[in-house]
């Protein structure tokens, strides 16, 4: 795997089970990974992306897309290259503000 596009489009298939329309974004695809991909993936990703842009995708992750155990090594990794403006706590749903 050369690119980035081919890495992605490895990792899409091998970790995005779901459907949606026009296929996942690069961010979530990056999310996925980082969420449930493997110590392998992991490593490969960090390779092809910098510190900055998954840094990045956490700052823009959705409720649901990283776990807060996935989200605690992500920080800690992240942190460690400089940049402490991330969250203590992943993004979460909050369904009481959609029945106001």
Do not use: C, H, K
């Not at 899409?12 to 329309?21: I, L």
């Not at 979530?28 to 490593?43: C, E, F, H, K, P």
């Not at 897309?65 to 992943?90: C, N, T």
């Amino acid at each position: 795997m050369n690119s980035r596009a081919e890495l992605l489009a490895e990792f899409a298939q091998r970790y995005v089970w779901w459907a949606d329309d026009g296929g996942p974004s690069e961010e979530r695809i990056i999310a996925q990974v980082m969420n449930v991909g493997t110590y392998d993936d992991i490593r490969r990703l960090e390779r092809a992306f910098d510190a900055d842009a998954l840094r990045r995708v956490m700052l823009q992750a959705q409720p649901g897309w990283i776990s807060e155990r996935s989200w605690d090594f992500w920080r800690g990794r992240l942190r460690l290259r400089g940049d402490p403006a991330i969250s203590q706590a992943p993004p979460r749903r909050s369904f009481g503000a959609a029945a106001s």
